[in-house]
């Protein structure tokens, strides 16, 4: 899985970056921290946070193009949104002083509505926040509703495996792949129906090519969103022949291996060519 990872430090994934700027692909930079060892939750967000205020702050120095995206449960989601809402409102602040829009996660079921909330209770304050929703979540639909209803930004993706974060109303195989590539292309249609600005995560070339035949008929703000290494081709085709902004995800970090594997036992990271 190292060709998917952008690297282990925060100057690694800057450097990949700054190289996908020059070929006209925003970056979307991804710490992942490892959940292991003796720390408490706190302490565990307070290393977090000093991080991505370093990273804010390297991105801007190094005129870097593109986005963050976080995950709530590094900042002790789990004690309460309200506490990760202290501890995200001035990194998303620092972010938007310097044009970059932050992107939550929610796809883990166990945090995914408090994830929901505290998108909801920061929105009002940082219109271009977005927040990340599965489809393999059977509250995808719900959630999105009430997204849409408040005008905010969603990143859909497949979403994560049965088991370490994922669901098993989304069963592997064949079937399950069918049913979600059909909840997926739902999501997809109420998007391009009821939202202006939006993300569209996935390597599936029936997904892009359905979000493609959408865009012809209904003129929306997305783009799409692709893990770095993986279909590296296909993005340079969306940018140069098709004219649809790409951006490359960066998952960078010492926690970042173990969430591609995760991703990979999903079929999320199948190349496309």
Do not use: C
Not at 27 to 54: I, K, M, W, Y
Not at 94 to 99: F, K
Request: cysteine-free; glycine content about 10%; hydrophobic content about 35%.
């Amino acid at each position: 899985m190292e060709n998917y990872l952008a690297g282990k430090t925060r100057d690694e994934a800057l450097e990949r970056a700054r190289h996908l700027n020059k070929e006209g692909l925003g970056t979307l930079l991804a710490p992942h921290f490892p959940r292991e060892g003796n720390l408490s939750e706190s302490q565990r967000a307070d290393l977090a946070t000093e991080e991505v205020e370093g990273l804010i702050k390297a991105m801007g120095m190094k005129l870097i193009r593109g986005g963050l995206s976080l995950d709530p449960k590094d900042f002790d989601i789990e004690s309460g949104w309200a506490r990760a809402m202290e501890r995200l409102s001035p990194l998303v602040v620092r972010a938007e002083e310097y044009g970059y829009g932050v992107w939550l996660e929610a796809e883990d079921p166990e945090t995914a509505g408090a994830a929901l909330d505290l998108y909801l209770g920061l929105r009002p304050r940082f219109p271009h926040l977005g927040i990340t929703l599965s489809a393999r979540l059977p509250r995808a639909l719900s959630d999105l509703a009430t997204v849409t209803a408040s005008r905010g930004r969603v990143r859909l993706v497949k979403g994560l495996p049965e088991g370490e974060g994922g669901s098993e109303n989304a069963p592997e195989g064949p079937e399950g792949m069918d049913d979600l590539n059909g909840r997926y292309r739902l999501l997809l249609e109420i998007l391009f129906r009821d939202s202006n600005f939006f993300a569209i995560a996935t390597h599936d070339p029936e997904l892009i090519e359905e979000a493609h035949r959408l865009s012809e008929i209904q003129s929306r703000m997305f783009e799409f969103q692709l893990y770095m290494g993986v279909s590296d081709a296909l993005a340079r085709r969306l940018v140069y022949e098709r004219g649809h902004p790409t951006t490359i995800y960066l998952p960078y970090g010492e926690g970042a291996g173990r969430h591609m594997d995760r991703l990979a036992r999903g079929g999320r990271i199948a190349s496309t060519g």
